[in-house]
DNA sequence: ATGGTTTTTACTGCGTC
DNA sequence: GACGCGGTAAAAACCAT
């Protein structure tokens, strides 16, 4: 390789001689018609001034930006290294350090160098695995992306998500468990968050986790995240049950208005959320005239018909009890 | 693991269309 | 008779301890 490299050397020379010209933008005239040359650099072309010439077009060069007189001095300046290969994740670019303690003749090491290899592996070692986690988490973003186009969350939640499922990242909740399952607990903990709750049942059916592993990661992640997620509130359910079962914004008002005297009376303590939503909006749609069987909101709100039935009497209840005049 | 609470399942009876 | 509804008991699920 020396000789080559010696000998391209005088064209780089040349080349490198040519370039400088052009950059400085002096003394170059256009050979058909004798007017400036100027370089427009966002098309890399050279253009004449006055005929609208173009000279030279598309031009990259592609040498070394430096000069190097023999074999040793290229080998000092050049920052190049082996080429590269899409066999594996990181195309061969990622550091390896040996694990023997010995040098490129072959000849062991200082315990002082070894000391620094260790050092050295230790820290390449955390690099590796802060790119390990960037793959990670691009997989795990576009499942939480599919799974919120599946329940048609906002892109607010997605982005709760994401942020929750980073930290989970790095603070190194992920090992033991799968990135599916912490990417599902991540977004079902976005969506309390943000106001818009999606039951465990409903995140199950488009997650690629059982049910089981879902609630037990997300309980993980949150205690571990230190997440404040306060139980879900029965309301934030209304507006999607309401519509799903074309129902008037005025019976939507009144069940809205129902959780809330019943808020007031604390009869929410350890009862489902869902089912106190889906009974405020069955006792709505009683009180409005509108006609939903208990079946047809026990189906929208995966509840059974029993807790309906539970629930909105003790709503009733508590309605009458603060406003006698129903 | 256990016990207490809530939800679900399954079944029944009643009234209406 | 099918359907909607209410109630009940036992089983299952859930949660804190």
Not at 49 to 75: H, Y
Request: glycine fraction near 6%; include cysteine; hydrophobic fraction near 30%.
């Amino acid at each position: 390789m020396t000789d080559t490299s010696i000998r391209s050397d005088s064209r780089e020379r040349t080349r490198e001689r040519v370039r400088e010209s052009q950059d400085e933008e002096e003394d170059l005239v256009c050979p058909e018609c004798g007017g400036n040359l100027v370089s427009d650099e966002e098309r890399a072309e050279t253009v004449c001034d006055d005929c609208g010439l173009v000279v030279s077009e598309g031009e990259i060069d592609r040498g070394p930006e430096w000069r190097a007189f023999d074999a040793k001095e290229k080998d000092e300046k050049s920052r190049v290294g082996a080429p590269t290969t899409k066999m594996m994740h990181d195309e061969g670019l990622s550091t390896n350090i040996g694990w023997q303690d010995k040098d490129a003749y072959g000849q062991a090491l200082s315990s002082r160098q070894r000391q620094k290899m260790q050092r050295l592996r230790t820290w390449n070692e955390r690099f590796r695995t802060r790119d390990s986690k960037e793959r990670n988490l691009k997989q795990a973003l576009g499942e939480i992306d599919r799974m919120a186009s599946a329940l048609g969350l906002p892109n607010n939640v997605r982005e709760t998500a994401s942020v929750i499922y980073r930290r989970a990242l790095d603070e190194n909740l992920l090992p033991g468990r799968s990135i599916e399952g912490v990417a599902t607990a991540s977004l079902y903990a976005a969506a309390r968050q943000a106001g818009t709750p999606r039951s465990l049942d409903e995140i199950t059916n488009v997650s690629r986790v059982e049910k089981d592993e879902i609630a037990r990661t997300y309980r993980y992640v949150v205690r571990e995240l230190n997440l404040e997620i306060q139980p879900a509130d029965p309301v934030s359910y209304v507006p999607r049950f309401a519509s799903d079962l074309n129902l008037s914004d005025e019976a939507e008002r009144r069940a809205r208005s129902l959780l809330e005297t019943a808020k007031e009376k604390g009869i929410h303590s350890g009862k489902s959320p869902v089912g106190l939503a889906a009974a405020a909006v069955y006792a709505a749609a009683l009180l409005t005239n509108e006609k939903v069987t208990q079946n047809e909101v026990s189906e929208v709100a995966n509840i059974s018909e029993v807790t309906i039935r539970n629930r909105y009497h003790e709503l009733l209840e508590a309605e009458d009890r603060i406003q006698p005049e129903g």
